[in-house]
């Protein structure tokens, strides 16, 4: 496994080198806007696999993904009036819109699922990987399932344990929070659905929508 410990003054080439990654449908532990999260091609089916086999996740479970802006959103997901209100208070941050996955995209995190979960993060490197890799990547808790997500690199990879050999580069920034996750809310409807509430609160939710 590669490990880049990020600086401000190399973030192109460790940006460039993330986006090699994923094309040749390899796996990345990357930081974002929350916590560190594992990344490879969404729409891959190889690269969902090895996700799921890294985590002990269950294949059947949603997996998200990140986009450079909600244009590139767009390409895979039907957006809403509710959708475009919230992205427009919280986008980019810390904030994952559930919304319905256009059919044709059926590999990879579409798999026998009709939603698609849009993440805009608000953190350079996730957007310049967008923007160099071209296409949406996997944005999930870099944790075996079930289990507490962790810190620092190190700490991940410990817990991954034989899981951490599929990971073919490591993107190392510190410590992260391990408590700050993203407020995922489904927006497909009129209302919004808080499926898990985080940094971003129901309140501010309720609030936004309400001045907008």
Known sequence: ??????????????????????????????????????????????????????????????????????????????????????????????LTLVLKKKPEFTTGIGHNLSTIGVRIPKNRFCLMLAQTFGKPYTTTSANVSNEKPLATVPEILAQLQEGADHVDLAIDVGPLSPEVRSTVVDVRGESPFVIREGSISTEELERALADA
């Open 1 to 94: 496994m590669e490990i880049i410990r990020l600086t401000e003054g190399g973030i192109e080439e460790a940006v460039s080198r993330a986006a090699e990654v994923l094309r040749a449908g390899g796996i990345i532990l990357y930081p974002t806007d929350t916590l560190y999260g594992l990344g490879g091609d969404a729409f891959s089916d190889e690269a969902f696999q090895k996700i799921c086999s890294i985590k002990g996740r269950d294949e059947r479970r949603p997996i998200h993904a990140v986009f450079s802006d909600l244009s590139a959103a767009e390409t895979y997901a039907i957006m809403t009036p509710l959708g475009e209100k919230l992205a427009r208070t919280f986008l980019p941050g810390p």
